[in-house]
């Protein structure tokens, strides 16, 4: 048994990419921009890893994409010598969730099966960083191919998915995979943090400049709009242009706000739900 425990964790290090042995990066990318779901048609199709990812594998890995209007289903099969890894990801379109079921068998003929709900917290380029669940336990394991860590975790799956299947989803649906992963849970931290918000004083009534300020002299008054805003159920919710992850929430509160009639409000906030700024817009 011990034998089959370093197995693992030896496989999963390379997985992960910790042992650069097993995966090295070439250059080139997948233009996200000409890869788009197609919300009325279902489609499956075989996806060669080595050429999307720009990476050699040392191991056989197939991947298959399952297309829908409601999800899209990336399945992925590993057989090394001393073990064979399925996994099968999910991703909804409308909630932007994200699940991992895996069976793992090795080679004594013993399975393990693990469910995860998988959280993408931070994405830099086609690299990101989650922390996944597992159904059961409720443990959680986080994932980093920003750093090239991650947590040493007995479901080699979270390697196998983490390193291949997420970065692959990434690159193919780019923008609105991340706006569909990251709007829930953002306008949901950004509600909670409203309170540690201070806004600039440039952007208040009583200020100089020619800044866009609000109608009011109070700071309070500003975080009540912000907050109303973010529970407003008609939201305009885009990526910021920013390195670092980011987002951009503009709300119509149909009532004056700004100092110029202004009745819009523009909140900029990470993808952590920490509001970084917040003013009103026509």
């Given amino acids: 048994m011990k034998k089959v425990l ?11 990419g910790v042992v650069p042995e097993f995966a090295s990066a070439k250059s080139g990318e ?22 999307e ?18 999800e899209v289903n990336v399945s992925t099969q590993l057989e090394a010598e001393s073990m064979n890894v399925q996994t099968d990801m999910k991703i909804n379109h409308e909630t932007g969730e994200i699940t991992v079921d895996g069976i793992t068998e090795l080679e004594n003929g013993e399975k393990e099966t693990n469910k995860f709900n998988v959280l993408i917290e931070e994405i830099e380029g ?27 975790v007995p479901a080699i799956i979270v390697g196998i998915v983490s390193r291949f299947g997420i970065q692959y989803a990434i690159k193919k649906y ?42 009011t002299k109070s700071k309070s008054t500003v975080n009540k709009w912000i907050k109303e805003a973010l529970q407003s159920k008609n939201v305009s919710f885009t990526i910021n242009n920013n390195k670092k992850l980011s987002f951009v929430i503009t709300a119509n509160l149909k009532k004056k706000i700004g100092t110029k009639g202004e009745t819009k409000i523009k909140i900029v906030i990470g993808w952590d739900g920490k509001i970084w700024t917040a003013y009103p817009i026509k």
């Fill in 6 to 16: 370093i197995k693992i964790l030896v496989l999963t290090l390379f997985l992960c």
């Fill in 30 to 51: 997948i233009d996200s921009d000409a890869l788009r779901i197609e919300e009325n048609a279902s489609k499956e199709y075989e996806v060669n890893v080595e050429k």
């Fill in 53 to 70: 990812l720009g990476i050699e594998l040392e191991q056989d890995m197939l991947m298959e994409v399952k297309e829908s209007p409601d």
């Fill in 126 to 152: 086609n690299d990101f960083t989650a922390t996944f669940v597992d159904d059961e336990t409720g443990k959680e394991y986080k994932v980093s191919t920003i750093e090239a860590q991650s947590s040493i």
């Fill in 174 to 215: 780019g923008k609105k995979l991340i706006i569909k992963t990251f709007k829930k849970q953002v306008i949901k931290q950004g509600i909670k943090k409203v309170s540690k918000f201070s806004v600039s004083n440039k952007h208040l009534s009583n200020a100089k400049g020619r800044y866009r300020k609000f109608d």
